[in-house]
Every structure is written in structure tokens, then in C-alpha cells.
T-cell receptor
Framework: ETGVTQSPTHLIKTRGQQVTLRCSSQSGHNTVSWYQQALGQGPQFIFQYYREEENGRGNFPPRFSGLQFPNYSSELNVNALELDDSALYLC?????????????FGPGTRLTVL | AQRVTQPEKLLSVFKGAPVELKCNYSYSGSPELFWYVQYSRQRLQLLLRHISRESIKGFTADLNKGETSFHLKKPFAQEEDSAMYYCALDSGGYNKLIFGAGTRLAVHP
């Protein structure tokens, strides 16, 4: 068991609403990355948080924002939801040093926007 | 632009047959490439990375910079290899991965 947890498991929202997704990183991991995986596609990098600061961002608009807390857990917030935001949202945590092969993924949150 | 291409959505083989999952990439620097696997009802997990040059579960992958490829191979497929396989490129050495669309491997008895 990798130890990365995400909540909720599933979520249904309507267009224009706002949503917050949560991720608890594995113990000792101080970096969290978020990915969006649309149906039939590979995960797409949204952003990464390191020591509570954003540390890189993919090609996503500002309505996608995040937070990282002192215990290294993280939130992904999406405002003004659009139908295309329907996807599986994955978080991944990794320890200090950032060796990519130690990145562990959570089970994901399935977001449906109606 | 940085990109990972997996041309096959589905690869269907019989048990014991050789397997090759194709991956091509576009990257201007020195790439760091990975294969991730997702078994049914499990989370995404690392299978192997090119720097390690190791064999995991009988799978190997060689980085070919001339052809910008990182194909995943296994000489004899097993039914338990059935899964989604994703090729990924680290875009800056900080775990910011660019994934391909994935190939579903189905190994039939």
C-alpha cells in the first residue's frame, strides 16, 4: 500500500460550480503533483506543490488552483466548472530529493460535471 | 513541443507470444523516460525507467535517441501482464510527467 489517499472518490457537480479535491501524501513526502486524466487519455500534469509553494504548472487555466498545507497534504480547487473538466484527478507524492521513480499515485477522484 | 506518442490503443496477443508496446517522444533535451502500468482496479505504478536499465517482470525498454523511441518489450507474455501501459517523459527532472495516451495490453490464454 502506497499510502497516498484522495477524497472524495466520486463527485458530481454542475457547470459553473466550484469543487475542491483533497490529497494526503505518503508519510515523509513533501512534494505533491496533480494530474487530470480524461477518458481514454493519459494523465496530464496540472501543477506541483513543494513546501507549500507552487513549483511548476502545466497548460491549465488559472481557475485551476491548489494549496499545500504544512503536513504536506494538498487541495486542488477548480472554479467555474466546465463540462470538459469531467475527468479522473490524480495526485502523486514524492519524497525530498525528487527522484522520479519514487513518485506514488493515489487512486484518484472521479469528477463528473453535468 | 514535448510530446509522448503511443500509436496503439490496444494490443492483443496470446500467452507466450512476444510483446512490444511502442512509444515515441519529442523532447529537445536529454530525456528521462518511464513506463507506468495500471492493472485492473489498481492505481498507476511505475514499471521501469530507462536510467535504471533493469528488467521488471520480464519487461525491458531501451532508449533509442536516434529514433526517439522507448519501446517496451517482453519475450513471452503472461495473462497477468494484461493492463494499461503508459509511456511518460519527465519534462524537467522534477517529476512533472508528460504521459502518452496509453496502450491496453490484452493477453489471451
Amino acid at each position: 500500500e502506497t499510502g497516498v489517499t484522495q477524497s472524495p472518490t466520486h463527485l458530481i457537480k454542475t457547470r459553473g460550480q466550484q469543487v475542491t479535491l483533497r490529497c494526503s501524501s505518503q508519510s515523509g513526502h513533501n512534494t505533491v503533483s496533480w494530474y487530470q486524466q480524461a477518458l481514454g487519455q493519459g494523465p496530464q500534469f496540472i501543477f506541483q506543490y513543494y513546501r507549500e509553494e507552487e513549483n511548476g504548472r502545466g497548460n491549465f487555466p488559472p481557475r485551476f488552483s491548489g494549496l499545500q498545507f504544512p503536513n504536506y497534504s494538498s487541495e486542488l480547487n477548480v472554479n467555474a466548472l466546465e463540462l470538459d473538466d469531467s475527468a479522473l484527478y490524480l495526485c502523486a507524492s514524492h519524497p525530498p530529493g525528487g527522484r522520479t521513480d519514487t513518485q506514488y499515485f493515489g487512486p484518484g477522484t472521479r469528477l463528473t460535471v453535468l | 513541443a514535448q510530446r509522448v506518442t503511443q500509436p496503439e490503443k490496444l494490443l492483443s496477443v496470446f500467452k507466450g507470444a512476444p510483446v512490444e508496446l511502442k512509444c515515441n517522444y519529442s523532447y529537445s533535451g536529454s530525456p528521462e523516460l518511464f513506463w507506468y502500468v495500471q492493472y485492473s482496479r489498481q492505481r498507476l505504478q511505475l514499471l521501469l525507467r530507462h536510467i535504471s536499465r533493469e528488467s521488471i517482470k520480464g519487461f525491458t525498454a531501451d532508449l533509442n535517441k536516434g529514433e526517439t523511441s522507448f519501446h517496451l518489450k517482453k519475450p513471452f507474455a503472461q495473462e497477468e501482464d494484461s493492463a494499461m501501459y503508459y509511456c511518460a517523459l519527465d519534462s524537467g527532472g522534477y517529476n512533472k510527467l508528460i504521459f502518452g495516451a496509453g496502450t491496453r495490453l490484452a493477453v489471451h490464454p
